[in-house]
Nanobody, 121 residues
Framework: EVQLVESGGGLVQPGGSLKLSCAAS????????MAWVRQAPGKGLEWVSG????????TYGDSVKGRFTISRDNAKNTLYLQMNSLKPEDMAVYYCAKYSSSFIWSALDAWGQGTLVTVSS
């Protein structure tokens, strides 16, 4: 069974930075595209960013473009999300998710348990 474990969430002030990590196991990480998805309190799921299996192609939601950077280390089976210039509206539970193929236009078929990011002064 696929395992995805997020870490790195916490409390940060507006304008601050935070880096999330997602440790992947029980599947061949380098063969699959990955994503970050978030859910703000009382709201639905919002796709944040995706990265192709080789890491060479990334894409972002409009709300985070220019502030967040997704990356991956296939040797370490780890996905990252560097978040800069954080805003109160970025506060959410952030989920790491696996696509069903190496392409980011395939379906998401596995999710982590999430890590909470709180942006507040």
């Amino acid at each position: 069974e696929v395992q995805l474990v997020e870490s790195g969430g916490g409390l940060v002030q507006p304008g601050g930075s935070l880096k999330l990590s997602c440790a992947a196991s029980r599947f061949t990480f380098s063969n699959y595209a990955m994503a970050w998805v978030r859910q703000a309190p009382g709201k639905g799921l919002e796709w944040v960013s995706g990265i192709m299996s080789g890491g060479g192609s990334t894409t972002y939601g409009d709300s985070v473009k220019g502030r967040f950077t997704i990356s991956r280390d296939n040797a370490k089976n780890t996905l990252y999300l560097q978040m800069n210039s954080l805003k109160p509206e970025d506060m959410a539970v952030y989920y790491c998710a696996k696509y069903s193929s190496s392409f980011i236009w395939s379906a998401l078929d596995a999710w982590g348990q999430g890590t909470l990011v709180t942006v507040s002064s």
